[in-house]
Structure formats: structure tokens, C-alpha cells
């Protein structure tokens, strides 16, 4: 039950506030417009201890979000514990937006066919 309860997706609201051009490791570098960025992610275990990890600026870069991460802002964390869906049912929810767009292709998404774990929006109201 304990593994149960520190588990679940969750997604990442972030803000940059200028356009900047960033290295994401191996999958390449990309042009970020300024606005709101949504990252969806799921942790088996220790979901607290990967939020906490999301919001260290001091760490190794491991995951593509580490990358935004070093020039973003998080403005919001969403947890979505026993939601029944999985992690890219909801980056499909976020990403099926009229407002959204994909960035990144691939960014989060290596494990799955997902076009994309990250999805940017030009404003907060489009959220």
C-alpha cells in the first residue's frame, strides 16, 4: 500500500519567460518561444521525492525536462494519483488542445509512440 500512495502521474506547469534555444541531451536542440509549457510524467514509486528533484535547481541532467528545467520556472505542480488513466492518456488530454503545440518532438516521450510529453502554450489563460 506504501508503494501505492508515493505513486501516480503528475504534470509540471512551467513558464519561460524569453525565447531561448536549449540542448535537450541526445535528442537535440530546439528554439522555446516565452510562454507556458506543460510536461506530463509518472512516477511508480517515490513521486514525492521526483517532485522534489523537479524543483532542485542543483542536479545531474538525466531526463529531457531537466534540461527546461535549468531555464524554467515551475508555476504548478498536478498530481493524479489512482486516476486510472495512464501517462500518455493524459499528455494526449493536455496535447488534443485547439491552443497546444509540440515543440519538442519526442521530449518525455522515449519509452512510448507519444509525438510528446510537453506541450507549449502561449498564455496561462490558454490552459
Known amino acids: 500500500m506504501k508503494k501505492r500512495e508515493n505513486s501516480g502521474l503528475y504534470q509540471l506547469v512551467l513558464h519561460l519567460p524569453g525565447k531561448l534555444r536549449i540542448e ?47 531555464k524554467a520556472e515551475i508555476h504548478e505542480v498536478r498530481l493524479f494519483k489512482n486516476s486510472g488513466l495512464s501517462e500518455c492518456d493524459l499528455a494526449r488530454r493536455v496535447a488534443c488542445k485547439v491552443e497546444a503545440n509540440v515543440i519538442a518532438p519526442g521530449f518525455g516521450a522515449s519509452d512510448c509512440r507519444c509525438q510528446s510529453h510537453l506541450v507549449f502554450f502561449r498564455s496561462r489563460q490558454e490552459l
Open 24 to 70: 535537450v541531451g541526445g535528442l537535440g536542440t530546439f528554439d522555446f518561444p516565452a510562454g507556458f509549457y506543460v510536461y506530463t510524467g509518472s512516477a511508480k514509486r517515490g513521486l514525492s521525492s521526483r517532485i522534489h528533484r523537479h524543483r532542485s535547481k542543483v542536479k545531474k541532467r538525466f531526463w529531457h525536462i531537466d534540461y527546461l528545467l535549468a
